[in-house]
């Protein structure tokens, strides 16, 4: 009986484990650089989205994940002789979480951390950017929702077609 029971207790601590920690704003900023003077011109905005997401170990089992948001938003000229574009605004927005990860392969875990948990970041940046946009008095800017499993990949496939180029 003992045997059985100790076997059941080592499936649970080798079975994958998973959770959400806490979610916190490491870091975050608004810029509008031609304000007030912006607002008085008509909006024609070109909105640029840079991403990216970070992971470090906190202890055994326990990570950090950061999902970093850079909004710059340009707005057109009315006159169409002239090409000339002004930033209306940047916001940058680096939002975390602590998760729980263990007994996953280091795939799964290199997955988890750079996909899934930014999936669960996301909608969280997204309302700090639209809430940052409307306090700056500009329009609300609700970001679509971003595929981090295909950004993954890609990002994993670029890695391996380096790294021969790397040996060489």
């Known amino acids: 009986m ?12 080798q079975a994958p484990q998973f959770a959400l920690q806490r979610i916190y704003m490491k870091d975050i900023s608004f810029e509008s650089p031609k304000a007030p003077e ?4 008509q909006w024609q905005p070109e909105v640029k989205l840079d991403l990216s997401t970070s992971n470090r170990p906190l202890e055994e089992g326990l990570y950090e994940v950061v999902l970093s948001l850079t909004v710059t938003v ?4 009315e006159d169409s002789s002239s090409d000339k574009k002004e930033t209306a605004f940047v916001t940058e927005v680096h939002q975390a979480g ?4 263990k007994g996953l392969d280091e795939e799964e875990l290199h997955r988890t951390l750079g996909a899934f948990c930014p999936n669960i970041l996301f909608p969280y940046a997204r309302e700090a950017v639209d809430n940052l946009v409307l306090r700056g008095s500009f329009p609300p800017l609700m970001l679509a929702p971003v595929n981090f499993d295909a950004l993954y990949m890609q990002a994993r496939e670029q ?4 790294q021969p ?4």
């Not at 003992?2 to 601590?13: G, P």
């Not at 890695?159 to 380096?162: G, I, N, P, R, S």
């Not at 180029?165 to 060489?168: P, R």
């Open 98 to 101: 602590v998760f729980l990860a």
């Open 38 to 41: 912006i607002f008085q011109k």
């Open 74 to 77: 340009e707005n057109g000229s």
């Open 159 to 162: 890695q391996a077609a380096q």
């Open 165 to 168: 180029e790397a040996v060489n």
């Open 2 to 13: 003992k045997s059985k029971e100790m076997t059941m207790a080592d499936n649970q601590q």
